[in-house]
C-alpha cells in the first residue's frame, strides 16, 4: 500500500515537472519576437543629454546591403552639409560598419578614405569554418583600431548608437547600446556562413540584416524625427534557376518584405533617403567613391523635407576629436601603404585554405617557380606573421613541363620602423616520379620610402634564396644540386595623376646587382627591368611594356635564364641557359627581352556568379615576347594570345588567373600554360 502511495506521488510529481517544462518551452517560443535590448535606459539619457529636452531628437536609420551600403557615407556628408548631425543612429548589417565609424566620431571624407585608401583583399583571410565563417576579419578590425584605438565602447562613442544583431541561441533580436566596439562591430557584419557568430553576452550574434534590411519601427521608440537611408537591391538579371542564387534570394525575400513592411508603415513620416544603387551588386565593394556620390545625390533630393529639421550640428562639436583622428588615419595610412600591413593588437590563429604562388609583381625567388595548395596554419600578433601550408606544390608554367609533387611552405614576416619588411622562407618538396627531394630556403630584407607626395617610392631590396636539387628532379626546372641566388636592387616606382582619357599607370624601374653560384662557382651579373601600362579609357583598350637586361660582370657569356624574366617559351635551349656553371657554350654576354602587348578591358563587365562570385578586371590581350640572346643581337619572338580574370569571393578575397597560348618561334611549336599570380 506504501510502495502504491510512493509511485503515485512520484508520476505526480514528474507530470508536474512535464508540464512546467511544457510551459517553459511555449513561453520560450513566445518569446522569440521580443527584442532583448542592452543599455536602453543609458541609451535614452544621452538622447536627453544632446537635446536638453529642448527640442524633438533627430534619429538616423542605415539600412543593410552589403557593399551597397556605403552609399550611407555620401548620405552622411549631405546632412552634415545641411547642419544635421543625427542624435542618434540605428543600424544592422554593413550600414552598421559606416554607422558606427560615424558614431565614434569620424568625419565622412574620413570614413571614405579608410575604405579606398586600402585592398579590402588584404583585410580578410580565407578559413575553414570550424567556428562557422570561411572568412576571418581580424586585420579589417585591427585596421579600424589602428584609427580608433583599441578600447573603445559603445556608451562612450560622441554619438549615441544601437546595432541590431540576431542570436543564435534565444532566435531573438539582439539591440545593442554598450559593450566592446570591436566585438559589436564583427557581430553586425556576421553574416552566416561567411563569418563566424560572434560571443556577446552568453549570446551567439550573426547579421542583423538577415531578418531585417530596414529597422525604422525601433528609431521611433526615441524619436518622432526620423531619416531612413536604404540599400536595397533590385536586380532582375539574377539566374534564379542557380542554387546559390536561390537560397540567396529566398533569405532576401523576408530581409526585404519586414524592412518594406516598416517602411510603409512609416512612410508618412520619415524622410526616406532611397538611395540609387539598387542595380549594384552587394558584391561592388571596389566602387565605394561611386557609392558614396550615389548616396549624396539621393540626399539632395531630399533637400526640402531635410531643411525643416533643427540643425542638430550645433549640440555636438566633433572637430577636435577629428583631428585627433585624421592624424591617426594619416599614421594608418602611412604605414599600410608601405607593405599593405596592418599591426594586429589582438594575436589571431587561422586554419584555412592555402594558395601561395612565386609570381609576384617582382619576383625575389628565380630559382623556384611553382604554386603550394594545400592546408594553410597561419598566426598573427603586432608586426610579427608566420605561415605553414601543407600540401602539394604543382607548376603548369608551359606545356612542355606539368608536374606535381607534395610540399610543405612556410614564411615568416616582421615588420620593422614601418620602413622595413623582414622575410625568412622555406620549401620542401618530394619529387615522387623522380624520387628525389627538393630544398629552397631563402630570406629578404626590403625598406620602403615615398617621396614626391607619395607619386614616387624607392625600394632598397637585399634577398637571398638556395635550391638544392638533390637528386636532379625536373619538378622546379633544371637547377641541379645546390644552387644560390642574391640580389642586391634598388627599385623605383612611379604613380601619375588621373586623365579622364587617358591614364598612364604604376611604372616601375629596376637596376640590381646579381650573384649567382653553387659554392664552389661564382658567377656575378648587373641588371635592369622596367614596366609600365598605358589605358585609352573611352575604348578600354590598354598597352604595356615590359623590359629586362642582364650583364655579366665575367665576360664569359651564358647568361642565365628565368621563368620570371618572362618569355614564353618551350625551347630547352633558352630554359636552361646559364644554369649550370662550368658550361659556356653562348659567348654572348647580354641577355635582353621585351614584352608588348594591346588587348581590351571592359570597364563594366564584372558578371556575378550565384551572387558568391565576382569576376572582375577580365582582360584579352595579344603578346609579344622579344628575347635577344645571341652576338649576332637576332631576336627570337613569342606571339599570342593572353587571357586575365580575377575570381573574386564575395568581392573581398581575389583569385587573380592568366591564361595565355601562342607560337613560339624559336621552336616552331605551340606554347601554352598559366598560373595564379598571388604574391606569397
Known amino acids: 500500500m506504501k510502495i502504491g502511495k510512493h509511485l503515485l506521488l512520484m508520476v505526480l510529481l514528474f507530470s508536474i515537472v512535464l508540464s512546467t517544462s511544457a510551459a517553459a518551452d511555449q513561453d520560450d517560443i513566445l518569446l522569440s519576437n521580443v527584442p532583448i535590448a542592452y543599455g536602453d535606459a543609458q541609451f535614452r539619457q544621452r538622447i536627453l543629454d544632446r537635446t536638453q529636452g529642448k527640442r524633438s531628437p533627430v534619429g538616423l536609420v542605415l539600412s543593410g546591403g552589403s557593399a551597397r551600403a556605403f552609399a550611407h557615407i555620401g548620405v552622411l556628408k549631405y546632412l552634415e552639409e545641411q547642419g544635421i548631425v543625427p542624435d542618434f543612429i540605428i543600424s544592422n548589417s554593413m550600414g552598421s560598419i559606416v554607422g558606427l565609424m560615424y558614431a565614434a566620431g569620424m568625419s565622412p571624407d574620413q570614413i571614405l578614405e579608410s575604405i579606398t585608401s586600402v585592398s579590402l583583399q588584404s583585410l580578410f583571410d580565407l578559413t575553414l569554418p570550424l567556428e562557422g565563417g570561411v572568412l576571418d576579419s581580424s586585420r579589417f578590425i585591427a585596421k579600424l583600431a589602428s584609427i580608433l584605438g583599441t578600447d573603445l565602447t559603445l556608451e562612450h562613442l560622441p554619438i549615441p548608437i544601437i546595432v541590431v544583431s540576431e542570436d543564435l541561441v534565444t532566435k531573438r533580436q539582439i539591440q545593442i547600446s554598450e559593450g566592446d566596439f570591436s566585438t559589436v562591430l564583427r557581430a553586425s557584419y556576421a553574416l552566416p556562413v561567411y563569418f563566424n557568430p560572434v560571443p556577446y553576452r552568453g549570446h551567439l550574434l550573426i547579421d542583423g540584416g ?7 519601427e525601433l528609431a521611433y521608440q526615441y524619436a518622432d524625427d526620423v531619416i531612413v537611408s536604404t540599400t536595397f537591391y533590385d536586380v532582375d538579371t539574377l539566374n534564379l534557376k542557380n542554387p546559390l542564387t536561390i537560397l540567396n534570394v529566398s533569405i532576401d525575400i523576408g530581409k526585404r518584405r519586414k524592412g518594406v513592411e516598416e517602411l510603409k508603415k512609416f512612410l508618412d513620416q520619415i524622410i526616406w533617403v532611397r538611395c540609387g544603387v539598387e542595380d549594384v551588386s552587394f558584391m561592388e565593394f571596389s566602387k565605394a567613391a561611386y557609392l558614396s556620390q550615389k548616396g549624396y545625390e539621393s540626399a539632395k533630393t531630399q533637400a526640402q523635407a531635410l531643411s525643416a529639421l533643427p540643425k542638430t550640428g550645433q549640440s555636438i562639436d566633433l572637430s577636435g576629436l577629428r583631428t585627433a583622428l585624421e592624424t591617426k588615419l594619416q599614421e594608418s595610412t602611412d604605414q599600410y601603404r608601405l607593405f599593405d600591413h596592418v599591426p594586429v593588437h589582438i594575436p589571431s590563429q587561422l586554419l584555412g ?20 595548395l594545400g592546408l594553410k596554419y597561419l598566426y598573427r ?6 605561415r605553414v601550408n601543407a600540401g602539394s606544390s604543382f607548376q603548369f608554367l608551359s606545356n612542355d613541363q606539368f608536374s606535381m609533387a607534395p610540399a610543405v611552405r612556410a614564411q615568416a614576416d616582421y615588420y ?9 622562407f622555406t620549401s620542401f618538396l618530394f619529387d615522387l616520379t623522380g624520387n628525389a627531394p627538393l630544398l629552397s630556403f631563402g630570406g629578404q630584407l626590403e625598406g620602403r620610402l615615398y617621396l614626391l607626395d607619395d607619386r614616387l617610392r624607392l625600394s632598397l631590396v637585399q634577398s637571398f634564396e638556395q635550391l638544392s636539387n638533390f637528386k636532379d628532379s625536373t619538378h622546379l626546372g633544371v637547377w641541379n644540386g645546390n644552387t644560390f641566388f642574391s640580389t642586391t636592387e634598388v627599385q623605383a616606382l612611379a604613380s601619375f595623376a588621373e586623365n579622364p582619357i587617358w591614364q ?9 646587382y646579381q650573384i649567382l653560384g653553387d659554392y664552389q662557382l661564382n658567377r656575378t651579373f648587373v641588371s635592369a627591368r622596367f614596366g609600365t601600362e598605358g589605358t585609352y579609357k573611352a575604348w578600354d583598350l590598354f598597352g604595356t611594356m615590359k623590359g629586362f637586361a642582364r650583364f655579366t660582370l665575367d665576360g664569359k657569356g651564358e647568361v642565365p635564364f628565368f621563368f620570371s624574366d618572362g618569355f614564353r617559351t618551350t625551347n630547352a635551349t633558352i630554359k636552361n641557359q646559364g644554369h649550370d656553371l662550368s658550361v659556356f657554350t653562348n659567348p654572348a654576354n647580354q641577355l635582353v627581352g621585351l614584352q608588348l602587348s594591346i588587348g581590351y578591358r571592359p570597364r563594366n563587365f564584372a558578371p556575378a556568379l550565384a551572387e558568391l562570385f565576382l569576376i572582375k578586371h577580365s582582360s584579352i590581350a595579344v603578346y609579344s615576347d622579344l628575347l635577344w640572346m645571341n652576338q649576332n643581337f637576332t631576336p627570337y619572338l613569342s606571339l599570342g594570345l593572353e587571357l586575365h580574370t580575377e575570381i573574386s569571393l564575395l568581392g573581398i578575397r581575389t583569385l587573380p588567373l592568366t591564361i595565355y597560348g601562342g607560337w613560339d618561334q624559336s621552336v616552331n611549336n605551340l606554347v601554352w600554360g598559366f598560373w595564379f599570380n598571388i604574391v606569397y
Open 381 to 386: 600578433s603586432g608586426d610579427f606573421s608566420a
Open 504 to 512: 598612364l599607370g604604376d611604372t616601375s624601374l629596376s637596376l640590381s
Open 210 to 216: 538577415i531578418t531585417n534590411l530596414a529597422p525604422i
Open 353 to 372: 585554405l592555402g594558395l601561395d604562388s612565386d609570381y609576384a609583381v617582382a619576383d625575389t625567388t628565380p630559382l623556384k617557380d611553382d604554386t603550394t
Open 416 to 424: 620593422l620602423f614601418k620602413q622595413v619588411k623582414a622575410s625568412a
